[in-house]
């Protein structure tokens, strides 16, 4: 009895010694601003994936309904999820549904904390998510390391179309365009004529281009700025009032969709369009020049096609 | 300088890439180290005569974004011996032996892509002297981080069901002001790792000239990137083109085509 005791006593004095820090969870620390009435967006840094930001990388949009917030968007990991729903059901009312804007992993590898109640998303976007759950997640464990722990991949398994739905007394505009990815969902608030973008925009922070195709993306951009939307949450980057971000994104498209075309033409090597760095005017964006160089790799062949023409075969 | 990196506007200066000399070219370790013994046993023949030099600079991004294409350009052309071959090593891959060049009227300037399984450092060893075994082996090389699977994973063709449209096509221009040839092949580039897919990827593949002349001849191997991308560099007379690209795969189809250079 007295062996148990003292082994009792033993235990809880281990457990006031601090804990080494590689074994607390891991705490974002998200902070939620209220951009426009009931629309609270979570900045993320300007940055590209690393061990030191843990993939906070994203903005993230709730919008609070009569049932709870509507989440755009769940983050990078499920720690990042179960802040977003912390925060919804401690001072949102509560979680009503979420929506993954794309299939980017940022923007849904936080999905598991927030599954109990529906995750939707483009159809088109939900079957990519599948395909390319498992590449991901090895890619983000690799790089974000123990901030991505416990985090369980799940698609959206409930499908947004397009035009007006109601969600708790709110009326959105569902908009599905395409050019950052194959299937990209932007969403207006009627009420508010805030745009919630996802990745079509971004501001002061280098667009993401490993699946873009530059004629849809700038059409889809087209689209954007002629629904004269009073506020924009970006996909990255501050929100803003005025076009800016619809601006500086489609300027970053053409002028690196030349420059990459320029390359081609001359004969460089995509070493060599790597080596040259991004436009000027916007190698000061955050996360270049790390999104320029992912650029050149992903892109480069596409201008390469139309600068080489076919002269043999098999 | 052999490099057009200041072709386009407002190019960053110093460059984005560089080269790199001693640990920092093959990612911290010493530069004789790692599986580099091995394979300049295996592949270079063990020389007594061989150091890391400058003068063989290999680029690279740090990271590799696609491990099925992780591009490089080796450029030995302030080596001011002739060379004979470049020899390109992957210190850490399945087939560790990429590319074997032999530029021979062209310059040591190669422009390529490999899969990357794991991340490590990929060397490029000159072999100079106009004889066997009459030169030294200078040897630069670049390490790239990488999440691997590149080489084991099937070829990205392989997930569409018309993958063999298209097979072969060659595309390929030449600048006569620059030198510059580059050239693209459609070929799946197997490498047998991937689940019942046999190794199907090129093995040989040269430059001749007007005359049918061989201008430069690479060795190919598994490692070459799906749909590979090659960049020469030829001196001003047969930069004028014509030149003629023939390849061959280990299956025994063979590629041909013809570039004109300045009409």
New interface residues.
Partial sequence: MSLSRRALLAGAAVLTLPLPIFAQPRRYGLQPIEVADGIWMIEGRREVFTRENGGDIVNVALLATDQGALVVDSGSTAAMGAEIRAFADQRLGGLVATINTHHHPDHWFGNAPLADRPVLALAATSATCREYAQDYA??LY?ILGSWISGTRTMPATGEVEAGPRAIGGRTLRMIPLAGHTAADLAILDEATGVLVAGDLVFLDRAPSL?DADFATWLAALDRLEGLGPAGVVPGHGRFHRAGEGIAQTRAYLRATRD?LA??AD????????????P??EF?GLGAN?EEY??SV??RF?DH??L???????? | MALLTDRLPGAASPPLLTGRTGPAAVGGDAFDSGMWPSHRQEFLGDPAAWRNDPAVTVLAPPAAEDSSHVPFLIDATAVAQPIRRIVVTIDYSPFPKAIVFRPGRALPLLGFGVKYEVGGALRASAETGAETGAGEWLVGAAYVSALGGGCSAPAAAHHRPDWQQGFGELRARLWPETGRLRLRLRHPQDTGLADGIPAHHLTELALLDAAGAEIAALELHEPLEENPALTFLLPPDLARGPVAIRARDNLGYAFAGRVEGAP
Avoid: D, F, S
Wanted: net charge neutral; glycine share 14%.
């Fill in positions: 090895e890619t690799a490993p420059r320029m390359a001359l004969g460089l090597t995509p070493i060599e369009a790597m080596a040259a760095g436009v000027p190698a020049p160089l992912r790799v992903r062949g390469e096609t600068a080489l023409p076919v002269v043999g075969g098999a």
